[in-house]
């Protein structure tokens, strides 16, 4: 869709309301508090009986004269430093709190409260619509190293390292703040038990973890933030910081709402104009496959799972998954609001008004969105040139896969 052609095509009104007696009171899906009082936004001077999203492309020529982050000190920051590939050097001792780093190439609200609830959030959701925290082999008569890649604020970490007290839980991330013993410098130390180390790194730099360490490598939700570009150098790192033998897990998803409205069809277009403009392929998720293919990896397999977003299913169970996981995208969306409403030059108003929108269209269009799992193991005879020989792809993952913590 070009952006020209918003408008025409997208005639929907933006503003629900909800009738109460003769007066009619707008709500916002971004309250904090689901119960305290709704915000009106009768009194505005503007047309509510079509607010239709006044985007032209001199906005948008205009958008392009300025930095897109100036403003959002923090908020979400996109800043790819790949070309700062050798600031880490490879031998530089493991886990020192004193070594260089470069600056991160992406952060959420660091430190914000609502971030971190948003983090928690989706991790129990998907934990609880996932079947499981982790889908490979893990054994639990030895000690065994799993590093948790772009472990975010760590809530994976802790119920893996909760789960296998046996196994060392090594939590990665872009973000830095003052040394502390436990984490490395890291800002989690509230979520910490003994069996955790968090360290400092950039998914787009090498990553000073030794070759053929880890037993289990596990990656969640980095697609929205992953450069296309990187991807390749990302899986050639973890392969070789993986064990001989050792199982990589990839769960992620494209953001592509399936069965959309006018509505959310505008939303998808918006994060593709958003993602791509830092590098993003919107549509890479099921191209991991070859990728891992190309990096080495061997017995690939693949699990796509629909997830409702509302409470349309007829199904109790699906009901039930959709209630939560529109949750999820509600704060999302909240998450996204401050990068968007930049990138996408439309007003905090104008992007309330389409969320309000959105999240009835969930329900109304029964909307869903797929979420695939990627499982696969580095061959035992892996070396450097990793040849495409003998390696095997499965197309699925079993329904009684183990492990599902």
Excluded at 40 to 61: A, C, H, M, Q, R
Excluded at 170 to 191: H, M, P, R, V, W
Excluded at 352 to 358: L, R
Excluded at 372 to 395: M, R
Aim: net charge negative; with cysteine.
């Amino acid at each position: 869709m070009r952006r020209s052609s918003w408008r025409k095509s997208f005639s929907t009104t933006f503003s629900r309301t909800t009738h109460d007696k003769n007066s009619f009171t707008s709500y916002s899906y971004f309250d904090d508090d689901d119960t305290s009082p709704r915000t009106s936004l009768g009194s505005e001077e503007e047309n509510l009986e079509n607010p239709s999203i006044k985007v032209t492309e001199s906005v948008y020529n205009k958008r392009k004269k300025k930095s897109s982050f100036s403003s959002l000190s923090n908020d979400i920051v996109f800043e790819s430093k790949y070309n700062n590939a050798d600031s880490i050097a490879p031998n530089e001792e493991f886990f020192s709190s004193k070594q260089r780093s470069p600056k991160p190439f992406w952060t959420y609200n660091n430190g914000d409260e609502r971030e971190y609830d948003r983090q928690l959030r989706q991790h129990y959701v998907l934990k609880h619509v996932l079947n499981g925290n982790i889908h490979v082999p893990i054994a639990t008569d030895k000690s065994i190293t799993i590093l948790d890649s772009a472990c975010g604020a760590g809530f994976w970490t802790l119920d893996m390292a909760r789960s296998y007290p046996n196994a060392q839980v090594i939590g990665l991330d872009a973000f830095q703040t003052e040394d502390s013993k436990q984490t490395n410098g890291y800002a989690n130390a509230t979520i910490w038990v003994p069996n955790i180390v968090y360290k400092y790194g950039d998914l787009t730099t090498h990553l000073s973890l030794p070759d053929n360490y880890l037993d289990v490598i596990f990656q969640r939700d980095t697609m929205s933030i992953m450069p296309h570009e990187r991807w390749p150098f990302l899986l050639d790192e973890l392969i070789r910081i993986a064990k001989p033998g050792g199982y990589i897990e990839l769960v992620e998803y494209d953001f592509n709402i399936r069965d959309p409205g006018p509505v959310l069809a505008l939303v998808n277009e918006w994060y593709k104009i958003a993602s791509t403009s830092v590098g993003v392929n919107p549509r890479e998720t099921m191209q991991l496959k070859s990728m891992l293919l190309s990096a080495g990896f061997q017995n690939i397999q693949e699990k796509v799972i629909s997830i409702p977003i509302g409470e349309w299913p007829t199904d109790e169970v699906e009901r039930e998954k959709g209630f939560l996981y529109k949750q999820v995208v509600k704060a999302l969306f909240k998450s996204m609001k401050a990068w968007w409403t930049s990138e996408l030059a439309v007003t905090e108003h104008e992007y309330d008004k389409v969320i309000n929108a959105a999240m009835d269209e969930f329900d109304e269009q029964r909307c869903y969105i797929d979420w695939v799992i990627y499982t696969a193991q580095k061959p035992l005879n892996h070396d450097e040139n990793h040849g495409l020989d003998n390696i095997a792809i499965d197309e699925t993952i079993s329904e009684d896969a183990p492990n599902t913590v």
